[in-house]
């Protein structure tokens, strides 16, 4: 079957401009999860959903960042007035319920410049 | 907060070798632990997932092993093939929250 996908796979925009993010989960899995990978490094949480609703935010650096689910399928991570240290890899994965096995999209590789 | 470990952070090793990759976590009070590989500008991908409860895994020709109390797991590779060149990431999830905390990683590379 179909596994998450991300869109777009690149995005290059100017420092100050405002981005989205778009991940579509497995069909029917309940948790989201958004994800930062900088060069070299593992990736870091950002926030994660349970349905519709931010189950735990706490990764996300700053009130620039902010995601939404409105319906419990796809999800939505929004970068207001971007700045070139925003610039890494977002990854989504999604899982059947929470804590479990957790499936990667391919990411989207976001330059500010 | 937990602090996850991955040593070394790069192998290379002929094909046909048997190989171990290890991890290392600060917070014994775990609910899983989750390999996964990651090629180059890619996603990644789940490899084995083991339960607190376990104390190994295995898929082909992987091997995961976890032991709790010394904050510990390791990913046994047999008979290494150059398609197994990728990084190696381990990710935990702790008995509270839903965070995954992940390693480094290991960048393995297989050598025809």
């Known amino acids: 079957g179909a596994g998450v996908s991300q869109t777009p796979s690149n995005k290059v925009t100017e420092k100050g401009k405002y981005v989205e993010l778009r991940c579509d989960p497995i069909?029917?899995?309940?948790?989201l999860y958004w994800y930062r990978q900088s060069l070299g490094q593992g990736p870091e949480f950002l926030i994660y959903f349970q349905g519709t609703g931010a189950a735990d935010d706490s990764g996300l650096p700053n009130d620039r960042f902010f995601a939404v689910r409105p319906e419990g399928s796809v999800s939505t991570l929004k970068i207001q007035r971007t700045e070139r240290g925003d610039s890494a890899v977002y990854l989504c994965a999604s899982s059947p319920e929470a804590g479990h096995e957790q499936y990667f999209g391919p990411g989207t590789r976001l330059t500010v410049t | 907060k937990q602090e996850v470990t991955q040593i070394p952070a790069a192998l290379s090793v002929p094909e046909g070798e048997n190989l171990v990759l290890n991890c290392s976590f600060t917070?014994?009070?775990?609910?899983?632990l989750q390999w996964f590989r990651q090629d180059p500008g890619k996603g990644l991908t789940s490899l084995l997932l083991i339960q607190s409860s376990q104390r190994e895994q295995t898929s082909g020709r992987l091997n995961a092993s976890l032991d709790k109390s010394s904050g510990r797991s390791t990913l046994y590779i047999a008979a290494s093939q150059p398609g197994d060149s990728a990084t190696y990431l381990c990710?935990?999830?702790?008995?509270?929250?839903?965070?995954?905390?992940f390693g480094t990683g290991t960048s393995l590379t297989v050598i025809p």
């Open positions: 990710a935990v999830r702790g008995n509270t929250g839903n965070q995954f905390y």
């Open positions: 917070d014994s009070a775990i609910y899983n």
């Open positions: 069909s029917g899995h309940t948790a």
